[in-house]
């Protein structure tokens, strides 16, 4: 899998890697997070091509990703060995510094149900994400000290999708939420079916 970005005013993608995948952007449009190995997260600069590690697990892998919009924090979900997900905030590194110890990160949550897609608020200090923690897939929320970016009070769920017909997990380990300024845009699929009748014709 590789990488294209597409400017605005041209229709032609242009390869930035030769694999991985874009996460987000940094404020400076050049620059974008990027994942090429499971355990790891770049900063990777369009324009000249250079790659700066940002994070690396230890153990598990890295299933998805977002930059705070200060850039200063990833937000990302780590898939457990055991099986378990994880939640969890790290400080971006500053300029030629070492990517932040594991004793560094931020853990919100450590579950055994699905858990995806974390996506900051525009002020940085609350995380939107997606979990299966009542046996539905809906979306959550917690609120961040504005400086130390720790959990403040209980996480709370906004929006419920406890209906037969829609889910938010399709296909499974895809669910998906996008917070603008003034809303929230969520990725949804509703399901139907018909009943029909019919005569054999024995032979």
Same mark, same amino acid.
């Given at each position: ?9 041209? !229709?032609?993608?242009?390869?930035? *890697? ?33 790659? !700066? ?27 457990? $060995? ?8 790290? $400080? ?7 990517? $932040? $110890?594991?004793? #560094?990160?931020?853990?919100?949550? #450590? ?7 974390p996506a900051? *608020? ?22 961040? #000290?504005?400086? !130390?970016?720790?959990?403040?009070? #209980? ?22 939420? =996008? ?5 929230? =845009? ?13 005569t054999p014709?024995?032979?």
């Amino acid at each position: 899998m590789k990488p294209y970005v597409v400017w605005e005013e041209g !229709t032609t993608g242009r390869e930035v *890697s030769d694999s991985g995948r874009i996460q987000d952007f940094f404020p400076d449009p050049n620059i974008v997070l990027l994942q090429e190995k499971r355990d790891q997260l770049l900063k990777l600069d369009i324009g000249t091509g250079e790659k !700066t590690l940002l994070l690396e697990a230890e153990e598990g892998f890295i299933k998805s990703s977002s930059l705070s919009p200060d850039a200063a924090w990833l937000s990302f979900v780590l898939g457990r $060995p055991d099986g378990r997900a994880a939640v969890l905030l790290a $400080p971006v590194p500053e300029a030629q510094a070492a990517p $932040p $110890p594991e004793s #560094d990160w931020i853990l919100l949550f #450590d579950e055994d149900h699905y858990l995806d897609s974390p996506a900051w *608020s525009p002020d940085g200090n609350r995380l939107y994400y997606v979990s299966e923690r009542d046996g539905y897939c809906c979306l959550w929320t917690q609120r961040l #000290d504005p400086k !130390t970016k720790n959990p403040v009070g #209980d996480t709370v769920g906004i929006y419920h999708v406890h209906q037969g017909r829609m889910t938010m997990n399709v296909p499974p380990g895809n669910a998906r939420v =996008v917070v603008a300024e003034d809303k929230l =845009v969520l990725w949804m699929a509703q399901g139907t079916g018909n009943i029909y009748m019919a005569t054999p014709k024995w032979k």
